[in-house]
DNA sequence: GCTGCATGATGAA
DNA sequence: TCATCCTGCAGCA
């Protein structure tokens, strides 16, 4: 499910499978006939991701643009594809390849200047990190301007972008931050920390199509929460300090820390 | 077969 | 802060 690594690895995928290719598209569902029927034909371009959103780049159309928000999911097919689901929303096909999506928040097919408007609302991404103004720089800067605490910014889009609810508890322990810390008064060090954090975590997931913190997992069938510190793991003690995890509300979502191991 | 929950985000109050 | 969007699946009867 949708971190900014699955957004990364759906981006790459779809890119390789139809970039280049004349796509039949249409709504199963029937709640995107309109831009469905818009983009039936069309080649397909390119598709970039920034965070959380993808974007689909057609020869002589609009942009679509896609947000999976909590539920939305991908699925492909190399070969015959099974009959798309009664949720399916949106259904791309080539000669050899079938994708169907369902659950999106967004689906919609949207001109240049929705685009910049998206894109100035979104903090920089870890996943391209050194390009324009995605730096350790921005993210400072954003984080100084708030006061509410570090855990509810950083899964603030607009600070940093394609931090979900695993990263953001993975990656405040894995630097030492207590969440309740105010956003303005993280330590520089500790920002940058937690934004070279995010840029090797991220990473990692695009890598390995999953989310694993853990130094060393083995790849194969594993607890997601045999691969992580403290995400869901309040019946569990602490890998490091083998103190108790606490758990909260944070943002309206759940947030899991140590307060031995992370300091405020 | 049903219930509740989930790695997200928005708009109203 | 809360309701809503609205899919799929784990867990349980």
């Known amino acids: 499910m949708p971190e900014g690594h699955t957004i990364r690895r759906y981006a790459d995928r779809h890119r390789k499978v139809l970039a280049g290719k004349e796509v039949a598209t249409s709504s199963p569902q029937g709640r995107f006939t309109a831009g469905a029927a818009r983009l039936n034909?069309?080649?397909?371009?390119?598709?970039?991701?920034?965070?959380?959103?993808?974007?689909?780049?057609?020869?002589?159309?609009?942009?679509?643009?896609?947000?999976?928000?909590?539920?939305?999911?991908?699925?492909?097919?190399?070969?015959?594809?099974?009959?798309?689901?009664?949720?399916?929303?949106?259904?791309?096909?080539?000669?050899?390849?079938?994708?169907?999506?369902?659950?999106?928040?967004?689906?919609?097919?949207?001109?240049?200047?929705?685009?910049?408007?998206?894109?100035?609302?979104?903090?920089?991404?870890?996943?391209?990190?050194?390009?324009?103004?995605?730096?350790?720089?921005?993210?400072?800067?954003?984080?100084?301007?708030?006061?509410?605490?570090?855990?509810?910014?950083?899964?603030?889009?607009s600070v940093i972008a394609g931090i979900g609810n695993i990263y953001r508890a993975e990656g405040l322990f894995l630097t030492r931050v207590h969440p309740k810390t105010p956003a303005n008064e993280v330590p520089p060090e500790k920002v940058g920390e937690l934004w070279d954090k995010s840029v090797e975590l991220l990473k990692r997931g695009v890598a390995e199509g999953r989310i694993a913190t853990l130094p060393r997992v083995p790849l194969g069938k594993t607890e997601e929460t045999d691969r992580l510190y403290v995400y869901n793991r309040e019946r569990f003690p602490c890998r490091v300090c083998g103190g108790p995890i606490s758990t909260g509300e944070m943002a309206a979502r759940s947030i899991w820390w140590c307060d031995t191991c992370q300091s405020a």
């Open 41 to 157: 034909g069309r080649e397909l371009l390119d598709v970039d991701a920034h965070g959380k959103h993808l974007f689909y780049r057609w020869h002589r159309a609009e942009t679509l643009h896609v947000h999976l928000g909590l539920y939305g999911k991908f699925r492909l097919f190399r070969s015959e594809p099974p009959p798309p689901t009664p949720g399916t929303r949106l259904a791309l096909s080539t000669a050899d390849a079938t994708i169907y999506l369902a659950g999106p928040t967004v689906c919609e097919l949207i001109v240049p200047s929705q685009e910049e408007a998206i894109l100035a609302r979104l903090g920089p991404d870890p996943l391209k990190a050194d390009t324009a103004g995605n730096t350790a720089e921005a993210f400072a800067a954003n984080l100084s301007r708030r006061r509410i605490p570090i855990g509810a910014a950083i899964l603030d889009q």
